[in-house]
């Protein structure tokens, strides 16, 4: 199946694709009082809200700290898929799974 590709974030959230903000907004929308988050809702679903929108959004993104909240979130699973390969042979297979899971958590952080 086939996703249409999304137009604005919420489309992205929805749809399940890859953006660099996803997460930070989910986390947003879950951290917020419902009045604010329906407003973030709101502002994410407009094709072009423009600089003041965005710069809104990014302001509040930064506010509740969201980014270092989700790269630590990322560095635990990180650490849980570390874990899990403990006892599994070292080899080239195994290197590259570590090194996958460090380029991830390093890539955005």
């Known amino acids: 199946m086939t996703l249409p590709r999304a137009e604005t974030l919420a489309d992205a959230i929805r749809f399940k694709q890859a953006s660099p903000v996803t997460l930070p907004i989910i986390r947003m929308i879950r951290a917020l009082p419902s009045k604010e988050a329906k407003t973030v809702r709101e502002m994410i679903s407009i094709v072009d809200h423009g600089q003041e929108k965005r710069a809104e959004i990014a302001r509040r993104v930064r506010e509740l700290d969201l980014i270092a909240a989700c790269t630590q979130t990322a560095r635990d699973h990180v650490w849980a898929a570390r ?17 996958i899971a460090e380029f991830v958590v390093d890539r955005v952080a």
């Not at 874990?83 to 090194?99: R, S």
Request: without cysteine; aromatic residues 6%.
């Open 83 to 99: 874990k899990a390969l403990e006892g599994v042979p070292d080899g080239p297979e195994t290197k590259a799974l570590y090194d």
